[in-house]
């Protein structure tokens, strides 16, 4: 079992920038991906941004070069989001799971924070 903790939304306008932190809290001594979804008004959820127990990322093509993840430790997960668009409007949700591969297909995501909102305006 393990909660996840987000936290560092807030608004921004265009250009601007916001970190978002989560923090994994476990018993277990497992190795965890962990990833950053998010989800806009009225459309699906999306993949942003993934990070492997050995620090393999990936990233969804549209933030590639803007939005940084990493992480510190075992269990805190960053997102750095530079250059911000009104398009990342979002709730942001930071997941995880202990199963072999990471990559943004949330299928494998067995468990998930409650989402903090970003808001970028124009």
């Known amino acids: 079992q393990a909660q996840l903790a987000e936290s560092g939304g807030g608004s921004v306008q265009a250009g601007g920038a916001l970190r978002l932190s989560c923090e994994l809290s476990?018993?277990?001594?497992?190795?965890?991906?962990m990833g950053w979804f998010r989800q806009a008004p009225g459309k699906e959820r999306e993949g942003v941004a993934s990070?492997?127990?050995?620090?393999?990322v990936s990233y969804e093509e549209s933030v590639k070069g803007r939005f940084a993840i990493s992480k510190e430790a075992k269990n805190i997960v960053y997102l750095q989001m530079n250059s911000l668009k009104p398009e990342d409007t979002a709730t942001y949700y930071c997941?995880?799971?202990?199963?072999?591969?990471?990559?943004?297909?949330?299928?494998?995501?067995?468990?998930w924070g409650q989402g903090t909102q970003v808001t970028v305006s124009s």
């Open positions: 476990t018993h277990t001594s497992s190795s965890y991906c």
């Open positions: 997941a995880a799971h202990a199963h072999w591969g990471c990559s943004l297909g949330q299928d494998q995501y067995e468990y």
């Open positions: 990070i492997d127990h050995d620090g393999a």
